[in-house]
Structure formats: structure tokens, C-alpha cells
């Protein structure tokens, strides 16, 4: 799997559904999720890796869980303050008081399966992130505007820096 950057068109598009279940995408969520070990993230959604499908891994009560063609059920209308990354914007954390700290979700897993599961707290955090992305929803378009100029100039100088290095 390889790891898309913003500003990729892919990440901001909205993914399609997922139709087909089993074999094929069981072996694409265990790839997720492996990366996601291996770069010790909290969540990973396929545009993020160039696949436009509804699904992503999010680590939930410390476990991965597979999300496929999820939704947001219900929510509660209080907000928490998060500080949030993205694998996406290397070196890029961002303040935000948009996401729900207690929603209850719908999904599938890789094989089908429907489930609903209640989250609090940070899981709430990591799923809506995740969710983001499904609707081509990046972590800047949920800052200030102050904010996400002030990041996207950093994002930019550090793939300078690093495309200096590397050249």
C-alpha cells in the first residue's frame, strides 16, 4: 500500500460504496490495518491509500476495526477539543471543536457482517476522522481559516525540506 499526500484530488473526493465483500476485501483491510500498526496511527480510510471506497480501519477500544459503507446513526450535540493528525499531512496537528464525544455508528465488516456500535471520546474522534475522509473531507477543511493557511504553509516548506534531502 502506498500513502497519498495532500493535496491529492483523491482526498477530496466522496467514495463509492462497496458492493462486493469477502475474499478480496478482507485481504485490503488486513493490508489497512497492517500499516496502520506499522506507522502507529489510530486510523487509516482506503482514499488514503488511492482507493475510492467506503471503508476504513480505526483503532477502537485499542483494537483495528474494519468500517465498510459506514454511517453515523446518531450523535450527541456536544463537541469536544481535539488535536488531530493525519497520516495524509505528515507533521501536521490540528486543533478542532467540531467532532461529537458520543456518537453511535453503523457499519459492515469486511465480510458483510452489519454491526452498530457506540463510541465515546477519543473513538468518536478517530471514527468521524475516518468518516471524513469518505466524504472527501480533509482534517484542514475542519480548521479556522487562520489555521489551515498557517498548516498548509508548513505542510509545504516540509516537503521542500524533504524533497531537498531526497531530491
Do not use: W
Request: hydrophobic share 35%.
Amino acid at each position: 500500500m502506498k500513502l497519498v499526500y495532500y493535496p491529492d484530488k483523491i482526498l477530496t473526493e466522496k467514495t463509492k460504496p462497496v458492493r462486493n465483500y469477502g475474499k478480496s476485501l478482507s485481504k485490503i483491510t488486513e493490508e489497512m490495518k497492517e500499516f496502520v500498526n506499522y506507522m502507529g496511527a489510530d486510523g487509516l480510510a482506503a482514499p488514503q491509500v488511492g482507493l475510492n471506497k467506503r471503508m476504513f480501519v480505526a483503532r477502537i477500544q485499542g483494537a483495528l476495526v474494519t468500517f465498510v459503507n459506514p454511517k453515523v446513526i446518531k450523535a450527541n450535540q456536544d463537541v469536544g477539543v481535539s488535536r488531530e493528525g493525519c497520516l495524509s499531512a505528515p507533521g501536521v496537528m490540528a486543533r478542532l471543536d467540531c467532532r461529537s464525544v458520543d456518537i453511535e455508528v453503523e457499519a459492515k465488516d469486511a465480510e458483510g457482517k452489519s454491526f452498530t456500535k457506540k463510541l465515546y471520546g477519543t473513538d468518536a474522534i478517530v471514527f468521524q476522522h475516518e468518516y471524513d475522509h469518505l466524504d472527501g473531507i480533509t482534517v484542514f477543511e475542519r480548521m479556522s481559516k487562520l489555521q489551515r493557511r498557517l498548516k498548509i504553509k508548513r505542510l509545504a516548506k516540509a516537503k521542500r525540506r524533504h524533497h531537498d534531502r531526497n531530491g
